[in-house]
């Protein structure tokens, strides 16, 4: 008994903590953390066993470099953007319609398509108005119609004031080389 009190007054609070802690951690172990082990195993077997009778392969990295600059090749390289936007103002006077003065914002993220933001006010019919949506859309499939908002100043009115943004989207001049 003395020699065990000796051992203890050897050790200090701190070490008779730490053994205690130790004599704990046996019983914890067993009780907690060993049948959670057991469990953890066998939902990954389980997991395991879907994954092979599911029909659907994890996508290959290789190939991916190349189906990324396929992607890219997709869309003209923004030195065709005044191209492009010529053919929307071509569009535009084929429809009869009045362009006024638009909004335009070109946008780089460092990676991946660049885009053309346009916002344009329009005057016309309905009828040319949806006219030149269609041709517009269908002739640039490198474009999208963000929004149309229509507005009629008197009920009798044929003409409308339409706004329309269109984002168009450009492969930036390095993509087409690398991804």
């Given at each position: 008994?003395?020699?065990?009190?000796?051992?203890?007054?050897?050790?200090g609070?701190?070490?008779?903590?730490?053994?205690?802690?130790?004599?704990?951690?046996?019983?914890?172990?067993?009780?907690?953390?060993?049948?959670?082990?057991?469990?953890?195993?066998?939902?990954?077997?389980?997991?395991?066993r879907?994954?092979?009778?599911?029909p659907?392969?994890?996508?290959?990295?290789?190939?991916?470099?190349?189906?990324?600059?396929?992607?890219?090749?997709?869309?003209?390289?923004?030195?065709?953007?005044?191209?492009?936007?010529?053919?929307?103002?071509?569009?535009?006077?084929?429809?009869?319609?009045?362009?006024?003065?638009?909004?335009?914002?070109?946008?780089?993220p460092?990676?991946?398509?660049?885009?053309?933001?346009?916002?344009?006010?329009?005057?016309?019919?309905?009828?040319?108005?949806?006219?030149?949506?269609?041709?517009?859309?269908?002739?640039?499939?490198?474009?999208?119609?963000?929004?149309?908002?229509?507005?009629?100043?008197?009920?009798?009115?044929?003409?409308?004031?339409?706004?329309?943004?269109?984002?168009?989207?450009?492969?930036?001049?390095?993509?087409?080389?690398?991804?």
């Amino acid at each position: 008994m003395k020699r065990a009190q000796e051992w203890l007054h050897a050790l200090g609070p701190t070490g008779v903590l730490g053994i205690g802690v130790l004599i704990f951690c046996v019983p914890f172990y067993f009780s907690a953390v060993s049948p959670a082990e057991r469990e953890l195993q066998a939902q990954r077997s389980v997991a395991e066993r879907l994954r092979s009778r599911t029909p659907f392969q994890p996508v290959s990295s290789e190939g991916r470099a190349e189906e990324l600059r396929r992607f890219y090749g997709l869309f003209p390289p923004l030195e065709r953007l005044p191209d492009e936007l010529e053919r929307v103002y071509a569009l535009a006077r084929a429809a009869k319609l009045e362009l006024l003065q638009g909004e335009y914002r070109l946008e780089k993220p460092p990676f991946g398509v660049a885009f053309y933001r346009i916002t344009l006010p329009i005057r016309g019919t309905y009828p040319q108005i949806r006219q030149f949506v269609a041709a517009t859309l269908k002739s640039m499939p490198i474009a999208s119609l963000d929004a149309l908002r229509f507005e009629r100043k008197k009920a009798g009115d044929s003409q409308l004031e339409a706004q329309l943004r269109l984002t168009v989207y450009f492969r930036p001049a390095n993509e087409g080389e690398t991804p």
